[in-house]
């Protein structure tokens, strides 16, 4: 049980930072090239590989060809129809002149155009991630046979370790690969879930001090921003594994949580599309012209994001259950 309730509410959590991560908001403003670092490259970017890391762990716990076919139910289908529903709002607002200039992307009709955004490269960006995790679980025979062999498996977790260490420009796989190969490991381990244990906050203090002195020598020699990403995830995870029963504890954050829960797909799902949006009606408004005013609108726009995922599947809810059912691989 308390297993299940810290690896829910560490989804939530994850969910919530990707909504950050694509609500930032770029102007030229002083000191928004360290704002849109901060929460762009670093404090939001853990949150992917933890949600590879739980698929993992999830996947190969009592792992069974069963849970293959599960996850194409909940995994494969979603994907493929909000791939398909995404393109279908995209080529919509393209054409109406009232909407057409929230869309930036170029769009064409042309079946090699609309099969890549679909399958290979959707154009919801937030997708990518169940297409990989997709393979990982289709190749999932091959890497339990790896995980069960006492040598080969700790090769292969050294090998990937290095491999996403020394990418510096998000290769396919390598990012998804690592993470769910690294909780397929982690689930063959016994750990001990004591919320009794003592966190240790003052390492949250330190993450962020060492990000903030990160990113000012990043930006001054310029040297390539994805190192502060691999930075912030290698010590997010840290500071994560030594605080993580703050996860358990009886507060009005987890409360959220657990009640973010039963949005949190549909929300994934569905973000990047409204985002582009509120973040656009947001700026036209508040025009914001310091730091101040941009840290307003961003928490405008993440709010307001959510909302509208949530009010937008409540309605559906209450239209066709099924529907939604289907829309979020029976996770609402």
């Not at 929460?39 to 949150?47: G, M, Q």
């Not at 003052?202 to 060492?210: E, P, Q, S």
Request: charged share 10%; glycine share 2%; hydrophobic share 50%.
């Amino acid at each position: 049980m308390t297993r299940s309730i810290l690896i829910n509410r560490a989804n939530s959590f994850c969910m919530i930072l990707v909504v950050a991560m694509h609500c930032v908001i770029t102007t030229n403003c002083e000191g928004s090239d360290f704002f849109h670092t901060f929460i762009f490259r670093t404090a939001t970017r853990i949150a992917v590989p933890i949600f590879f890391l739980i698929s993992g762990y999830l996947l190969f716990y009592n792992y069974s060809i069963s849970k293959i076919k599960k996850r194409t139910r909940t995994i494969l289908i979603p994907f493929l129809l909000w791939s398909i529903i995404s393109l279908i709002i995209f080529f919509v607002f393209k054409y109406i002149p009232l909407t057409a200039r929230f869309i930036n992307t170029d769009l064409q009709l042309s079946a090699s155009f609309i099969f890549t955004n679909i399958f290979i490269h959707p154009i919801n960006g937030a997708l990518w991630f169940l297409r990989d995790l997709y393979l990982l679980i289709l190749l999932s025979p091959i890497i339990y046979h790896i995980l069960n062999h006492n040598i080969l498996k700790k090769v292969s977790i050294i090998i990937c370790a290095i491999i996403w260490i020394i990418d510096l420009k998000y290769s396919f796989g390598v990012e998804s690969s690592f993470y769910f190969l690294l909780g397929g490991y982690l689930s063959n381990r016994n750990f001990d879930i004591n919320h009794s244990n003592h966190s240790k906050k003052y390492l949250i203090l330190l993450y962020f001090i060492i990000l903030f002195i990160s990113i000012h020598i990043v930006l001054k020699h310029q040297y390539n921003p994805i190192i502060l990403s691999k930075i912030s995830i290698i010590l997010g995870l840290i500071v994560l594994i030594y605080n993580y029963n703050l996860f358990l504890l009886a507060t009005p954050f987890n409360r959220l949580l657990d009640s973010f829960k039963k949005y949190s797909f549909f929300c994934y799902a569905s973000h990047l599309i409204i985002a582009q949006f509120i973040k656009k009606i947001i700026v036209l408004a508040l025009a914001p012209t310091n730091i101040y005013i941009l840290s307003i609108a961003y928490l405008l726009t993440i709010c307001i994001t959510i909302i509208v995922c949530c009010t937008i599947q409540k309605i559906i809810t209450m239209i066709s259950p099924n529907l939604i059912n289907i829309l979020t691989g029976s996770r609402s």
